[in-house]
Structure formats: structure tokens, C-alpha cells
């Protein structure tokens, strides 16, 4: 017998009843759905393209439309990514619906990584804030603007941790701790997905990628990863995990390889770990091609191949790279796979469709009045500039030369007056340069002040978009002259240097991380002629910044911080807002000591005798930081005092309270984000010198006091040990707090 997808919605029409048999009459639908389906019918759903106007990856195979058009209406294709705008896919819906044997609904996709129209910080930068509630809130914006556009499903949080800024793909993510991350990957889940994923205002969302993307070799995209055991479960794995736990509806697959196994093709991550001990009944899609690449991997010898490694892993959607479309099916009529593995991925496909309420209504969300009353609401502009100064970062502020006092000021730099730039890169559905620039923030700040303006340097040549490579300039000094001379005769200059959009980014890895091109020479020159610099950096990961840190007198992290921008920087800078941001990366002192972060373990030789050379460091440079994870400065100060810890025993199912007192040493209120370390002193591997356990974000009144305190219980020093064997070990524990990674007060206690 036929039902099709109109006969099965009907039949649960007419099966409303109490809530735990509508549960059940959900999940039968999907089995019965799956039982009518042929074996062509189970693999369209596994298979997804871009079919839409935008591009998020190579783009040679749009030749093949009039091939994606036909299997589209014949049920070929389960989801589609790239394709935007209610009306649009109300259309495509269409094709689907009524020319489809079954009429099964695709689902839309998107790469909705730090907002859809209104644009918020990128992530590292938002990562910044530590502040969970506002995260969870951005990401919940950004799936309302997404599902009025016709989006069910978005490619984020990328929840992988790097160590390596010249990875250019760092600024997508939560930065170098596995504790943050997993705070944020929960809080960005929340957000994106709300209490129901069927709710028109919220969309699915993707852990990915999993999983070793942020270690590749070098820092350079795409490339291959070398982690054991350790590195792997203990750093990259625990925010996934997270993900996992907090409800995470799908994983994408990673495109590097770990120690000689594609990610994509991993059966010990993706059937050992993810579908086997945690049990994830979710959906995993390849990343772009990232089954087809198999081949190039050398893992594979063709695409038949490749799709047999892939679906035995346990990578459920094909995402462009017309493998599972082409070759799933001889595999099985071969014998050389059961069609069990289709049916368990394509189920898994359904019951994502059921969740996201599609089959009970494929044009759920594809509303036009919705679309247009969403985009760009003033209250999600204002979250954004809110967000915007919440992620800021005050890097130095020398005799106290912010807030501005200055009132005769010169604007300098090739960022000053670019509304592209902030809004960064995997801006979604953002309109290029549609942000608030420095310039416009601070002449609406101050509208009594004297401000003189001067580019002095362009930051590069040529095009900036998503595909091609971004041309520095380095040869054209010609604005040099009427920058310096403007300097000269203001009071204060402030000065907007860093990155555009896309140099940091998917592709944009670097091998020098300093300011890009002519910028530090024109730095120099200013500094020659007026040593009031504030030096104002939009940037999309950590950079090297000796010679800045050492000679300019004020320098604020502005990241890319999105739509409001300018408005957002101007706030802090005026001291409207008083910046709390601390960084979620450590800043190097020079690229060399890249991979550099704070919970690195000891090494048998952390230091030696005076004057010796036989230990752990670099003879050109100092092994601690320029700025250390943790790190940011207020226009308040803070003074740590009285660390302690309830008991100085912890029992095995026991817990004991950690405090310390934080007192507010300034005249003016301010934020403070209190960090809490743990260090285990001796284990069966090696142990970090600290690891992040948790924070607490507090207001403290100018001139007041407050005590912090966290809870410690065992849990929190678990590890796995090898072999995947995970638990706390008895022992000695050091407990740090403080205001970063760095400057922190300790006390010791014993797991019993
Ligand atoms: C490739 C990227 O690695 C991935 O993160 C993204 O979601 C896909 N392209 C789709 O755009």
C-alpha cells in the first residue's frame, strides 16, 4: 500500500490523543515512512547539495542543475544548503512536495554562523564576553532571522578548540579551552535550537567538525592532524560531548585526517564513540565534499569506494559530493553493504524532519510578512551592539588614556571608515558593508569633538569576498604624508588597524600574524610625530604585537564585532560602557611560538640552573605570552585577596567550596570575569599546569568588595587516563583563582 507523506500526516492528524501515544504515532510515521520508500528513495535523503545562489565551498560542479532539478523532483536530493529567502524555497518546497513519489520535504541549510541579516561578533570575539546568557541569546536571534528566510538547519556552533591562530578558521570558534568551549557550544546550541526544534523560530543546529579540525598541521587549512589518544579525548572531544549532551540535533564531519584516518571515514569516532558509547540518535553530515576527498586522502581508490568507507563510518548525508547518490546502491545490490546502514541514516534523516515539524507541514517556515517583519528588528540590532561591547577586549590602557578625555582627535588607518570589514567572514545573509564604522560610532559619540581624518594606508588590493585570496598591499606609502601630519596636531590619535573580513576565515591561514601589510610602518611613523595613540584592531584571531605592546599606550581588541560595530568600539572608548571582555586565546609574542596556550603540560624540563640552556624554551624569545589566556583590563580595577578552600580533603563523593575575595580598587564600576584552576599534581599521564574550571562574571561597585566562591567536586578532575578509561585520580590538587590565566592566588587540597 501507498501512503505517501500526505496519507501519514493525515492518519496523525486523525491520531491526536495523550501526549506519550502522540509520541508514539511520531515515531511509527517515520518507520512507516521509511517501510514505503525504495532503496533509490532512502539514499536521496542521505544526499544534499547547494543548489542556492550562494557558494560556501568549490564551485565546479554547477554545471550539473539541470541533473540536481531532475532528482530533485524525483525525491533524489533529502536537503539542500545555500538556498535562501522564504519565497525561494517555498518554491523548491514545492517541486519536491508535489512532484515527489512520497512528497517527502527537503530541509534548508545554511552556514548561519554568527547571525543571518543582523550581524553579531564572530565567534572567538563574542567567545570573549564569557557571557553564556548573551550567547545563547545572539544564537537565538540568528535561528529567528534564519527560519523567517526559509532556514531549518544551520552549520554551527563550530565548536573546535585550536591552539593555532594562523589557522585562519580560529575566529569561528570558542578559542583554546575545552571548558569555555563547552560552556559556549551548550549555550550557542540553546540558542539556536530553544525549547523545540519544531518552533518556526528556531532552527537545528551542528557540532562540528568532528573532529580535529583546529589542530591541522602547521595551522594550515585542510591539513592533516597528528593527536593520541589524550590530546584527542581530553581537548578536542569535550565540547562535542557537550554538544552532544545539550541536545545537539547533528555533527558534521571534519576534513582533516588524525594520524592517518580521515575524519570522515573514522568508525572509532564516528560508530565507536559518537553513535556507539554516547548512543547519539542524531544526523551526520559530511562537510563539503569531505566524502569525495576520501580519495584524495588516499584512502579510497574512486568514489564507490569512498562511499563505502563513508556510510560504514557512520557519515549519514553526503553533503556535494554526489558519492552516496551515485554508488550507495550498486554497494548494496553488490552485497558489499547492508541496506541496514541506509535505513539507520535515512531514518535519521526523517526523524530530523519530523522534529523539525516538516512533515506536518513542509511550508512551515516559508512566511514572506515573517521574513520582512524579522530581518534587522531594532531589538536585534541593539542585542547586537550590545554583544558588539560585551566582546571587546582592553588590551592596555597606560595612564588611564581611555575613556577618551581628548577632545581634539585625529581618526587614522585603513579600518577606520570600513563598513565591510566588521562584519567578518561567514556573514550569512549580511549586505557588504552594512556596518556601523569606527568613524560613524565615534563622530554620533561625540558629536562636540574635533576630529581630523585620514585613511593613511589601504589593508589590501583588489577583491575581497569569500573565494578568492585577499591581495595585501604592501607597496603604496602614497597617504602616509597626511596621516602623520594629521597626528601630528591632534591631541589623542586613534588608530584602526588589523584585518578585513576575509583574512582570517576558512582558507585564510597565515604564516606571519602580525599586523598585515603596511600598518606597522605607518604605526611607527605616527608614533614618531604623537606618542597618544589608542590603537583600535579589528581582527579575526590572536596576533603578534610586540612592538605595539611595548610602545603604544592604549590598545583595544575590537575583533570583527559585526552590524553595530562602530557603535559598540565608541561605547568603550567614551567610557559609556565600561569593557569587561577577556581573551578566550593567548596572544604570542612572536608566531615561532605558535602552538602556544596556557593548560600545556610540564615537559621533563620546564626549567634549569641559571644560565643554562637545557631546558624547554626558544633562546629568541621568552616562553610566557604577550597576553594570556584570561586576560583583559577594565577602566576599573580589581584586587584578589583570601583564596581558601572549605576543606582541605575531598572525598570521593564529597564536595568542598572554594573562595576568594574580590575588591573594586577604582572609582568606578565594573565588571569582572573570576577564573577558577584546577592543576592535578601527579597523574597516570601527564597533567596540564592548570586547566579552566570554572568562571563567574560579577559586577563589583567602585570601591566595593565581594566574596566568590565555586563549588569543587570530583567530577571536575576526571580525565581519561588511556584506553578511554575516564575518572579522577587521589591525590594532590592545586587551585588557582584569579583574572586570568596568568595572575592568580593558590591553595592546595587532597582528592581522598
Ligand atoms: C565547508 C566548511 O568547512 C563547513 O564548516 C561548512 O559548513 C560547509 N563548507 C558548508 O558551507
Same mark, same amino acid.
Given at each position: 500500500? $501507498?501512503? &505517501?507523506?500526505? /496519507?501519514? =500526516? %493525515?492518519?496523525?492528524?486523525? @491520531?491526536?490523543? !495523550?501526549?506519550?501515544? *502522540?509520541?508514539?504515532?511520531?515515531?511509527?510515521?517515520?518507520?512507516?515512512?521509511?517501510?514505503?520508500?525504495?532503496?533509490?528513495?532512502?539514499?536521496?535523503?542521505?544526499?544534499?547539495?547547494?543548489?542556492?545562489?550562494?557558494?560556501?565551498?568549490?564551485?565546479?560542479?554547477?554545471?550539473?542543475?539541470?541533473?540536481?532539478?531532475?532528482?530533485? $523532483?524525483? &525525491?533524489?536530493? /533529502?536537503? =539542500? %544548503?545555500?538556498?535562501?529567502? @522564504?519565497?525561494? !524555497?517555498?518554491?523548491? *518546497?514545492?517541486?519536491?512536495?508535489?512532484?515527489?513519489?512520497?512528497?517527502?520535504?527537503?530541509?534548508?541549510?545554511?552556514?548561519?554562523?554568527?547571525?543571518?541579516?543582523?550581524?553579531?561578533?564572530?565567534?572567538?570575539?563574542?567567545?570573549?564576553?564569557?557571557?553564556?546568557?548573551?550567547?545563547?541569546?545572539?544564537?537565538?536571534?540568528?535561528? $529567528?532571522?534564519?527560519?523567517?528566510?526559509?532556514?531549518?538547519?544551520?552549520?554551527?556552533?563550530?565548536?573546535?578548540?585550536?591552539?593555532?591562530?594562523?589557522?585562519?578558521?580560529?575566529?569561528?570558534?570558542?578559542?583554546?579551552?575545552?571548558?569555555?568551549?563547552?560552556?559556549?557550544?551548550?549555550?550557542?546550541?540553546?540558542?539556536?535550537?530553544?525549547?523545540?526544534?519544531?518552533?518556526?523560530?528556531?532552527?537545528?543546529?551542528?557540532?562540528?567538525?568532528?573532529?580535529?579540525?583546529?589542530?591541522?598541521?602547521?595551522?594550515?587549512?585542510?591539513?592533516?592532524?597528528?593527536?593520541?589518544?589524550?590530546?584527542?579525548?581530553?581537548?578536542?572531544?569535550?565540547?562535542?560531548?557537550?554538544?552532544?549532551?545539550?541536545?545537539?540535533?547533528?555533527?558534521?564531519?571534519?576534513?582533516?585526517?588524525?594520524?592517518?584516518?580521515?575524519?570522515?571515514?573514522?568508525?572509532?569516532?564516528?560508530?565507536?564513540?559518537?553513535?556507539?558509547?554516547?548512543?547519539?540518535?542524531?544526523?551526520?553530515?559530511?562537510?563539503?565534499?569531505?566524502?569525495?576527498?576520501?580519495?584524495?586522502?588516499?584512502?579510497?581508490?574512486?568514489?564507490?569506494?569512498?562511499?563505502?568507507?563513508?556510510?560504514?563510518?557512520?557519515?549519514?548525508?553526503?553533503?556535494?559530493?554526489?558519492?552516496?547518490?551515485?554508488?550507495?546502491?550498486?554497494?548494496?545490490?553488490?552485497?558489499?553493504?547492508?541496506?541496514?546502514?541506509?535505513?539507520?541514516?535515512?531514518?535519521?534523516?526523517?526523524?530530523?524532519?519530523?522534529?523539525?515539524?516538516?512533515?506536518?507541514?513542509?511550508?512551515?517556515?516559508?512566511?514572506?510578512?515573517?521574513?520582512?517583519?524579522?530581518?534587522?528588528?531594532?531589538?536585534?540590532?541593539?542585542?547586537?551592539?550590545?554583544?558588539?561591547?560585551?566582546?571587546?577586549?582592553?588590551?592596555?590602557?597606560?595612564?588611564?588614556?581611555?575613556?577618551?578625555?581628548?577632545?581634539?582627535?585625529?581618526?587614522?588607518?585603513?579600518?577606520?571608515?570600513?563598513?565591510?570589514?566588521?562584519?567578518?567572514?561567514?556573514?550569512?545573509?549580511?549586505?557588504?558593508?552594512?556596518?556601523?564604522?569606527?568613524?560613524?560610532?565615534?563622530?554620533?559619540?561625540?558629536?562636540?569633538?574635533?576630529?581630523?581624518?585620514?585613511?593613511?594606508?589601504?589593508?589590501?588590493?583588489?577583491?575581497?569576498?569569500?573565494?578568492?585570496?585577499?591581495?595585501?598591499?604592501?607597496?603604496?606609502?602614497?597617504?602616509?604624508?597626511?596621516?602623520?601630519?594629521?597626528?601630528?596636531?591632534?591631541?589623542?590619535?586613534?588608530?584602526?588597524?588589523?584585518?578585513?573580513?576575509?583574512?582570517?576565515?576558512?582558507?585564510?591561514?597565515?604564516?606571519?600574524?602580525?599586523?598585515?601589510?603596511?600598518?606597522?610602518?605607518?604605526?611607527?611613523?605616527?608614533?614618531?610625530?604623537?606618542?597618544?595613540?589608542?590603537?583600535?584592531?579589528?581582527?579575526?584571531?590572536?596576533?603578534?604585537?610586540?612592538?605595539?605592546?611595548?610602545?603604544?599606550?592604549?590598545?583595544?581588541?575590537?575583533?570583527?564585532?559585526?552590524?553595530?560595530?562602530?557603535?559598540?568600539?565608541?561605547?568603550?572608548?567614551?567610557?559609556?560602557?565600561?569593557?569587561?571582555?577577556?581573551?578566550?586565546?593567548?596572544?604570542?609574542?612572536?608566531?615561532?611560538?605558535?602552538?602556544?596556550?596556557?593548560?600545556?603540560?610540564?615537559?621533563?624540563?620546564?626549567?634549569?640552573?641559571?644560565?643554562?640552556?637545557?631546558?624547554?624554551?626558544?633562546?629568541?624569545?621568552?616562553?610566557?605570552?604577550?597576553?594570556?589566556?584570561?586576560?583583559?583590563?577594565?577602566?576599573?580595577?580589581?584586587?584578589?585577596?583570601?583564596?581558601?578552600?572549605?576543606?582541605?580533603?575531598?572525598?570521593?563523593?564529597?564536595?568542598?567550596?572554594?573562595?576568594?575575595?574580590?575588591?573594586?580598587?577604582?572609582?568606578?564600576?565594573?565588571?569582572?570575569?573570576?577564573?577558577?584552576?584546577?592543576?592535578?599534581?601527579?597523574?597516570?599521564?601527564?597533567?596540564?599546569?592548570?586547566?579552566?574550571?570554572?568562571?563567574?562574571?560579577?559586577?563589583?561597585?567602585?570601591?566595593?568588595?565581594?566574596?566568590?566562591?565555586?563549588?569543587?567536586?570530583?567530577?571536575?578532575?576526571?580525565?581519561?587516563?588511556?584506553?578511554?578509561?575516564?575518572?579522577?585520580?587521589?591525590?594532590?590538587?592545586?587551585?588557582?583563582?584569579?583574572?586570568?590565566?596568568?595572575?592568580?592566588?593558590?591553595?592546595?587540597?587532597?582528592?581522598?
Amino acid at each position: 500500500m $501507498k501512503i &505517501g507523506i500526505k /496519507g501519514i =500526516v %493525515l492518519l496523525s492528524i486523525m @491520531a491526536i490523543s !495523550a501526549c506519550s501515544e *502522540q509520541k508514539e504515532t511520531k515515531k511509527s510515521r517515520v518507520d512507516d515512512l521509511l517501510a514505503e520508500m525504495t532503496l533509490e528513495e532512502k539514499i536521496g535523503q542521505l544526499n544534499q547539495y547547494s543548489i542556492g545562489a550562494e557558494l560556501t565551498g568549490p564551485g565546479e560542479k554547477q554545471g550539473q542543475a539541470k541533473r540536481r532539478y531532475e532528482e530533485l $523532483k524525483n &525525491g533524489g536530493i /533529502g536537503s =539542500v %544548503l545555500n538556498l535562501l529567502g @522564504a519565497k525561494n !524555497a517555498r518554491e523548491t *518546497q514545492r517541486q519536491v512536495v508535489e512532484n515527489s513519489r512520497l512528497g517527502i520535504p527537503l530541509i534548508f541549510s545554511f552556514d548561519v554562523v554568527h547571525g543571518y541579516k543582523t550581524m553579531f561578533p564572530i565567534p572567538l570575539g563574542e567567545s570573549a564576553s564569557w557571557d553564556l546568557e548573551l550567547m545563547e541569546a545572539t544564537a537565538a536571534v540568528a535561528a $529567528k532571522e534564519a527560519a523567517a528566510a526559509g532556514i531549518q538547519w544551520t552549520f554551527a556552533p563550530m565548536v573546535d578548540i585550536s591552539r593555532d591562530a594562523r589557522w585562519g578558521r580560529v575566529m569561528e570558534g570558542a578559542g583554546e579551552d575545552p571548558y569555555l568551549g563547552s560552556a559556549i557550544a551548550v549555550a550557542r546550541v540553546k540558542g539556536f535550537q530553544g525549547e523545540s526544534l519544531s518552533d518556526p523560530a528556531t532552527i537545528a543546529a551542528c557540532a562540528k567538525h568532528f573532529a580535529g579540525y583546529g589542530f591541522v598541521e602547521s595551522g594550515k587549512d585542510y591539513n592533516n592532524v597528528y593527536v593520541g589518544e589524550n590530546q584527542l579525548m581530553n581537548t578536542i572531544v569535550p565540547p562535542f560531548k557537550a554538544a552532544k549532551d545539550a541536545g545537539v540535533a547533528t555533527f558534521m564531519n571534519a576534513f582533516n585526517d588524525i594520524d592517518g584516518v580521515p575524519s570522515t571515514a573514522s568508525t572509532f569516532l564516528l560508530r565507536d564513540i559518537l553513535k556507539g558509547n554516547w548512543q547519539y540518535k542524531g544526523v551526520v553530515v559530511s562537510d563539503w565534499n569531505s566524502i569525495g576527498e576520501l580519495i584524495s586522502h588516499g584512502v579510497a581508490k574512486d568514489k564507490r569506494e569512498a562511499a563505502k568507507l563513508a556510510i560504514t563510518a557512520g557519515a549519514d548525508i553526503d553533503m556535494e559530493g554526489v558519492v552516496y547518490i551515485d554508488h550507495l546502491k550498486e554497494l548494496v545490490e553488490a552485497g558489499e553493504i547492508n541496506e541496514d546502514l541506509i535505513d539507520d541514516a535515512a531514518k535519521r534523516v526523517l526523524q530530523l524532519k519530523e522534529d523539525l515539524g516538516l512533515l506536518d507541514d513542509p511550508y512551515l517556515y516559508f512566511d514572506e510578512n515573517r521574513e520582512k517583519e524579522t530581518l534587522l528588528k531594532k531589538e536585534h540590532l541593539d542585542l547586537a551592539r550590545e554583544a558588539g561591547r560585551k566582546s571587546i577586549v582592553l588590551l592596555k590602557n597606560q595612564d588611564d588614556l581611555l575613556p577618551l578625555k581628548a577632545s581634539n582627535i585625529a581618526l587614522i588607518g585603513p579600518l577606520m571608515k570600513d563598513k565591510d570589514s566588521p562584519i567578518g567572514n561567514w556573514r550569512a545573509a549580511a549586505e557588504a558593508g552594512s556596518a556601523v564604522s569606527l568613524y560613524e560610532g565615534l563622530t554620533k559619540a561625540l558629536p562636540d569633538a574635533n576630529f581630523t581624518y585620514a585613511e593613511g594606508v589601504k589593508l589590501s588590493v583588489g577583491p575581497n569576498n569569500f573565494f578568492q585570496e585577499v591581495e595585501v598591499e604592501t607597496g603604496d606609502r602614497s597617504g602616509f604624508a597626511e596621516a602623520i601630519n594629521k597626528a601630528r596636531n591632534a591631541e589623542t590619535v586613534i588608530v584602526a588597524m588589523g584585518e578585513t573580513a576575509y583574512m582570517s576565515g576558512e582558507g585564510r591561514s597565515r604564516s606571519e600574524i602580525g599586523l598585515p601589510g603596511l600598518q606597522l610602518e605607518l604605526l611607527k611613523e605616527i608614533y614618531k610625530v604623537n606618542k597618544n595613540i589608542i590603537l583600535v584592531l579589528m581582527n579575526g584571531r590572536p596576533l603578534t604585537l610586540a612592538w605595539e605592546d611595548e610602545n603604544i599606550p592604549a590598545i583595544v581588541e575590537a575583533w570583527h564585532l559585526g552590524s553595530e560595530a562602530g557603535h559598540a568600539i565608541a561605547d568603550v572608548l567614551t567610557g559609556k560602557y565600561n569593557p569587561a571582555g577577556k581573551l578566550p586565546m593567548t596572544f604570542p609574542r612572536a608566531v615561532g611560538q605558535v602552538p602556544i596556550y596556557y593548560n600545556h603540560k610540564m615537559t621533563g624540563r620546564p626549567s634549569s640552573a641559571p644560565g643554562q640552556v637545557f631546558y624547554t624554551h626558544h633562546t629568541d624569545v621568552d616562553n610566557s605570552p604577550l597576553y594570556p589566556f584570561g586576560y583583559g583590563l577594565s577602566y576599573s580595577s580589581f584586587v584578589y585577596s583570601d583564596i581558601s578552600v572549605s576543606e582541605s580533603l575531598l572525598k570521593a563523593d564529597g564536595e568542598i567550596t572554594a573562595s576568594v575575595t574580590v575588591k573594586n580598587t577604582s572609582d568606578v564600576d565594573g565588571e569582572e570575569v573570576v577564573q577558577l584552576y584546577i592543576r592535578d599534581l601527579v597523574g597516570t599521564i601527564t597533567r596540564p599546569v592548570k586547566e579552566l574550571k570554572g568562571f563567574k562574571k560579577v559586577m563589583i561597585p567602585a570601591g566595593g568588595s565581594i566574596e566568590v566562591e565555586f563549588t569543587v567536586d570530583p567530577e571536575m578532575l576526571a580525565y581519561y587516563k588511556g584506553d578511554l578509561k575516564y575518572g579522577a585520580e587521589p591525590g594532590d590538587f592545586e587551585l588557582f583563582i584569579g583574572t586570568n590565566a596568568r595572575d592568580t592566588q593558590s591553595v592546595q587540597f587532597e582528592l581522598k
